[in-house]
């Protein structure tokens, strides 16, 4: 069986004795562990995994006594990508989550747009924001990241916007789109590949797409339109096959 992962956002030392929350302890019941069976640590925050040894099993906690940090380069991109996107109908949004957090998304940003089926706000869209990380830290656990991606709280496409006019995020923007002046990604690797290091903020839309003047605003807030071809993608597909597409880039410029 592979040696469990479990995420825990806090610091710690080798040597110390932790007690793990109740859900992550639940968790090493239900995989009927025992004292002295191994676990692995990782706090999101850190490019390292922690070798772990069940010190106790209670009948609600269980200790653990923390060994030897193991860093792990290479684990993540290479360059922070945040992938704000409008949130699929369907419950599609959970397996997006899930996969985008496998492919290395740094931060996930729900959208309401003019032509979303979902329309999330006030108490449910933070009980949708706090399921969506959780989904995002089982991600990570399950595929052996180092860190977790942010998930947003879901908003209005303009007030995102105003959000980000007001940070002092200068990562590039990308659009996806279908439009004839839209370059393809490739082109726009070339183009922006010394300012892509620092970061890569990718806009998608909707199942439908963006309306047309949302796509316009995102061109005047310096989006720049980027394809992915000449096949219309799902909503849930699209950021994906972007996200795969720079995970293979970076790796093949490595080479």
Do not use: Y
């Not at 990782?42 to 099993?57: L, P, S």
């Not at 995020?169 to 070339?190: C, E, G, I, T, Y």
């Amino acid at each position: 069986m592979t040696t469990p992962r479990i995420f825990l956002p806090r610091r710690w030392s080798e040597g110390e004795t932790i007690v793990l929350p109740k859900a992550e302890s639940r968790h090493v019941q239900v995989l009927r562990l025992q004292p002295g069976d191994g676990v692995v640590l990782f706090n999101g925050e850190d490019d390292c995994e922690w070798t772990a040894e069940i010190a106790q099993i209670g009948r609600a906690e269980v200790e653990l006594r923390v060994g030897a940090a193991l860093p792990l380069p290479g684990r993540e991109l290479p360059f922070a990508v945040t992938l704000a996107l409008g949130i699929p109908a369907n419950e599609r949004m959970d397996a997006l989550v899930e996969k985008a957090t496998e492919l290395g998304a740094a931060a996930i940003q729900p959208l309401i747009c003019e032509r979303s089926v979902v329309r999330l706000a006030g108490e449910r869209a933070e009980a949708r924001q706090r399921h969506w990380v959780a989904v995002a830290a089982s991600a990570s656990e399950q595929c052996g990241r180092v860190r977790v991606p942010t998930v947003g709280v879901p908003t209005k496409l303009g007030a995102w916007f105003r959000a980000l006019d007001a940070s002092d995020d200068k990562a590039p923007r990308w659009v996806l789109s279908l439009a004839a002046s839209a370059l393809p990604a490739a082109a726009q690797m070339r183009q922006r590949k010394d300012a892509i290091a620092n970061g890569l903020i990718v806009l998608s839309g909707p199942e439908g797409g963006l309306a047309p003047d949302e796509e316009a605003s995102a061109l005047r807030e310096g989006f720049l339109p980027v394809s992915l071809g000449p096949r219309t993608l799902r909503a849930d597909t699209a950021p994906l096959a972007l996200l795969a597409w720079l995970g293979l880039a970076d790796r093949r410029q490595g080479a």
